[in-house]
């Protein structure tokens, strides 16, 4: 008895480290701090950003090569933020938006892509009541930017490694901020690539079968716009190469389709899973009773879903992410694994909805507020990035005859289709920032 009670302690002990050993790699420790002011500093090929808190903050810093480049502060237990800035020398604008109940992300992005130099946090001192958290900005090009990020552990091996304390002996490759990193080849021209470096995309449309989804006024079925938009888009990536097109269904008849809409659409999350897709997208029409609204959106999952998809996994024993089975460790090791697994996930699912929308935006009417979050089960496959669009309200007479214009779908999933481009791209030239081995090495 009193060997099992001090291996449970040991255990226990353990769990708490590695808890403590994850929270460490997100947040630099700090007490509840008050975000006051951002403040500037610029000079011909430098820019001095300054965060105002009223106590020690915790911050994580990220970023990534969208436009002219953008960083991420993410703060936890933060109370309060400022109204967005317009920013100066390499800064065009800071934006603050809440994040879950206690966080917050200051959104920096560039008017000229610069690279950090230093990151640091001033202590309050006589006459100054205040912490600055200071990040210090040089002129560079996107991989420097990307190869001045500071080091995250995005990686669940290397995640696991660092809770369990089962490191590899191998040293893990350094990063530098120096060094130049040519851009990565294009998709369009991968037509010849090799099967592992193929990307999975697998393409949702919705509805189908005994589910038609929204009608329009002139008797346009949701199901079937969405199928026709699915194949055009299948069509655009297998011809441009580089890619695995795995549709969910391929018509309405589609043998597969469930008659519960709900056991359907657990389908079409675990095919995507069990497909080891990069990237999922449901393609849909909107419909409200209000006729005159008309637009795009794309939506990303809420993070107050995020329970709901640990759950669900836990519920059916597939406690699998990203090829590493979190049942084999302690559950409270299991849980944090997952969770982090999961904002990785969101995290590049917000960057694929924010290139959708640019490239979206002239090509087809847009809502305001075009990116939206929801409680939508096809969207909880915790490692695969995913988003659902809205192509447009079917309940709108001019949206409708676009749904059925093969001129509108061609430009449209024409621009969806350079998103994914854009992405994976994104995506590889920021590994290769990642893994640039240190001068000298």
Not at 185 to 207: C, F, L, N, W, Y
Not at 234 to 258: C, P, Q
Request: hydrophobic share 40%.
């Amino acid at each position: 008895m009193m060997a099992r009670f001090c291996e449970a302690s040991q255990r226990l002990i353990r769990s708490a480290a590695a808890l403590a050993a994850v929270m460490l790699t997100l947040f630099s420790v700090g007490r509840a701090a008050e975000l006051l002011d951002v403040r500037f500093g610029p000079s011909a090929d430098a820019t001095r950003i300054v965060f105002d808190l009223n106590g020690a903050p915790q911050y994580a810093v990220s970023g990534d090569d969208l436009g002219e480049g953008r960083l991420f502060v993410d703060f936890a237990d933060l109370n309060g933020a400022p109204a967005a800035k317009s920013g100066m020398g390499h800064v065009a604008s800071v934006s603050f938006a809440r994040e879950g109940r206690a966080g917050a992300r200051a959104t920096v992005k560039f008017k000229k892509t610069a690279k950090i130099k230093e990151i640091f946090l001033i202590e309050p001192s006589p006459g100054v009541a205040k912490h600055r958290l200071v990040i210090d900005l040089v002129t560079a090009d996107k991989a420097g930017l990307l190869a001045s990020l500071p080091a995250r552990k995005d990686d669940i091996a290397a995640i696991i490694d660092q809770v369990t304390g089962d490191a590899p002996a191998e040293k893990a490759p350094a990063r530098i901020a120096n060094v130049d990193i040519p851009p990565a080849p294009s998709v369009k021209d991968s037509a010849m690539a090799t099967k592992a470096e193929r990307q999975v995309v697998v393409i949702d449309p919705g509805h189908g079968g005994r589910d038609p989804g929204s009608q329009g006024q002139s008797g346009t079925y949701e199901r079937t716009v969405t199928m026709t938009a699915a194949l055009e888009l299948k069509a655009l990536l297998e011809k441009r190469g580089g890619y695995d097109v795995v549709l969910t269904r391929e018509s309405d008849t589609d043998k597969r389709i469930i008659s519960s809409q709900r056991d359907e659409l657990a389908r079409r999350e675990s095919l995507a899973r069990a497909a080891g897709a990069d990237l999922f997208i449901s393609l849909h029409a909107d419909a409200i009773s209000q006729p005159a609204v008309r637009g795009a959106s794309v939506y990303t999952l809420s993070e107050e879903s995020t329970a709901r998809s640990a759950k669900i996994a836990k519920s059916q024993g597939d406690y699998q992410v990203y090829d590493v089975n979190l049942k084999e460790y302690d559950s409270v090791v299991g849980d944090i694994l997952f969770d982090k697994a999961q904002d990785t996930t969101m995290t590049k699912s917000s960057k694929f909805a924010e290139i959708l929308i640019k490239n979206l935006s002239g090509k087809t009417p847009m809502l305001n507020r075009s990116h939206r979050q929801g409680d939508l089960r096809v969207l909880l496959a915790p490692d695969v990035p995913a988003v659902l669009l809205e192509m447009a309200f079917i309940s709108n007479a001019k949206d409708e005859a676009n749904l059925n214009s093969p001129v509108w779908r061609s430009r449209t999933m024409g621009a969806v289709a350079d998103s994914i481009d854009a992405y994976f791209e994104s995506e590889s030239r920021q590994r290769q920032a990642q893994l640039a081995p240190a001068a000298g090495q």
